[in-house]
């Protein structure tokens, strides 16, 4: 199982971003899959999550109405859409499997991750 993800760098605030998360190894339709990110000197933040179940989506509420979590099977591929970006969401993004197909199961693998900075 190979995690890579890109599209990560530096914008404005309130500027967007799109990043991208290509899997290798494994097919996105069946475990769960999302995004955590990590700050320096912060704790690892659970981003968003897209259910392998049902497709439902969920966002943590610091970027709830912002942040749009979405895959492409036949690319085999993980997105998240990042709009009206702050400071607060600078960080490493990480895209991740989870152990069974609900958002509320434990993370399984994760890739190196995309560093995302937002300053004016």
């Known amino acids: 199982v190979q995690l890579q993800a890109s599209g990560g760098g530096l914008v404005k605030p309130g500027g967007s971003l799109r990043l991208s998360c290509a899997a290798s190894g494994f097919t996105l339709d069946q475990s769960a899959l999302g995004w955590f990110r990590q700050a320096p000197g912060k704790q690892r933040e659970g981003v968003s999550c897209i259910s392998g179940s049902d497709g439902s989506t969920y966002y943590a509420d610091s970027v709830k109405g912002r942040f749009t979590i979405s895959k492409d099977t036949v690319k085999n591929t993980l997105y998240l859409q990042m709009n009206s970006l702050t400071p607060d969401d600078t960080a490493v993004y990480h895209c991740?499997?989870?152990?069974?197909?609900?958002?509320?199961?434990?993370?399984?693998?994760w890739g190196q991750g995309t560093q995302v900075t937002v300053s004016s």
């Open positions: 991740a499997t989870f152990m069974g197909s609900s958002c509320l199961s434990l993370y399984d693998q």
